[in-house]
């Protein structure tokens, strides 16, 4: 039993040694330069920076300290395309299927660093959104605001 237990731990160990610790997010628009809307970046959230990776490419390091807003927001939309298609063979679960919801989460992140800002949008797994804006209101001590309370007055 302990020559099992030896030989799985001497296993275990390297292959942790390579796990990836970033998100998986899509870049849904900003200053990044070399970024395109719609394209799937992960975002590594360090103890003193975040960084935007895209490929083996770094599209943008940001201290910490420069972070100057976190926000997040949702899209809730009904399914009426997909409605529509199953609809066609199948009347019933074509209407139930139209009642559904489906929600998009987007987390928003500006910087100020150097006399240069920037900012960009991310839409995040439904599952990872809450980490990720743990990490970046942890590493840049700013509170997320949620965009829907935000009001626009001009």
């Known amino acids: 039993m302990k020559y099992f237990l030896s030989i799985l731990l001497c296993l275990m160990i390297p292959t942790m040694a390579f796990a990836d610790n ?3 997010v899509i870049y849904d628009g900003g200053s990044l330069q070399g970024a395109k809307a719609g394209n799937k ?3 590594y959230i360090d103890s003193n920076q975040v960084r935007i990776i895209d490929g083996n490419a770094a599209l943008a390091t940001i201290p910490a300290a420069s972070i100057t807003e976190i926000s997040y927001g949702q899209d809730v939309h009904r399914r009426i395309g997909a409605a529509i298609g199953i609809g066609v063979f199948t009347l019933g679960v074509g209407a139930l299927m139209a009642l559904t919801k489906s929600k998009k989460h987007f987390v928003g992140l500006t910087w100020a660093h150097d006399g240069q800002k920037g900012g960009f949008a991310m839409q995040c797994d439904k599952n990872e959104y809450r980490g990720i804006l743990a990490g970046l209101e942890g590493v840049s001590g700013k ?6 309370a935000m009001t626009v007055k001009n």
């Open 22 to 24: 970033g998100y998986k």
């Open 41 to 43: 970046v992960k975002l």
């Open 143 to 148: 509170k997320a605001v949620d965009s829907e």
